[in-house]
């Protein structure tokens, strides 16, 4: 499926530089969501939604768009949660891509 190529796409491109997320982590969750319909954990939803949003807006030359943002917006309500939450490389590697996504001013 698409979604398989989107996550391997992030962790081969984005994720090789800054190593923010364990790659067997992200793609146990994504084999966990598609087969079951659950979100492993407020941290994965974060962390799956920032990568979405990270490679869409890759895909498009670097340009924000309408739906890279939603998929941001869906990682930052997360926020909350994740700092009221034990921190684990999740969430901390979830709140650091939220953070590298702001565009340069």
């Known amino acids: 499926p698409e979604a398989y ?3 391997t796409e992030y962790l081969v491109a984005i ?3 800054i ?8 793609m146990d969750g994504v084999e966990r969501y598609y087969s079951t319909g659950i979100s492993p954990s407020r941290s994965w939803f974060a962390a ?3 990568i979405l949003g990270h490679v869409i807006r890759k895909r498009s030359g670097m340009e924000n768009s ?3 943002e939603k ?13 009221m ?8 590697g979830a709140m ?3 953070v590298t996504f702001a565009p340069p001013e």
């Open 71 to 83: 998929y941001i917006g869906n990682a930052m309500n997360m926020i909350p949660s994740i700092m």
């Open 48 to 50: 799956i939604n920032v």
């Open 15 to 17: 994720n090789r530089d």
């Open 19 to 26: 190593c923010l997320f364990n790659g067997q982590e992200i």
């Open 85 to 92: 939450s034990k921190p684990n490389q999740l969430s901390v």
């Open 96 to 98: 650091l891509s939220m």
């Open 5 to 7: 190529n989107i996550f």
């Open 66 to 68: 309408v739906e890279c």
